[in-house]
């Protein structure tokens, strides 16, 4: 897999099925090997969006954001797709609610 460079805005698309997504979070300088369904990501820029995919299929969700074990690393889907977002061939996870302070 090819290792690149990240930058916060930047459009990533999967080659293997429709997930998109954006990075949220990344750190700067460091080549990473973001990959979808075991296949490296390509920049999204002038590629048409794809077809929309059934919920029940999703393995990506639009909306979610996802992370590595040390939250260096944040995408958000921007369109569901049925493969497995991967850092370094290690399975990012779906990134959780933060929990609100008590307001008694």
């Not at 954006?22 to 390509?42: N, T």
């Not at 299929?57 to 260096?72: H, S």
């Amino acid at each position: 897999m090819t290792a690149v460079s990240l930058r916060p805005g930047e459009q990533l698309a999967s080659t293997v099925c429709t997930t998109r997504v954006v990075v949220v979070r990344a750190p700067a300088g460091a080549a990473l090997d973001i990959s979808c369904g075991g296949a490296p990501m390509e920049s999204a820029a002038g590629k048409p969006a794809p077809a929309k995919v059934g919920a029940a299929e999703a393995v990506t969700l639009v909306g979610k954001r996802y992370v590595d074990a040390d939250e260096t690393v944040e995408l958000l889907c921007t369109n569901s797709g049925t493969g497995e977002l991967a850092l370094g061939g290690v399975a990012l996870t779906l990134k959780a609610a933060k929990a609100l302070p008590a307001s008694d």
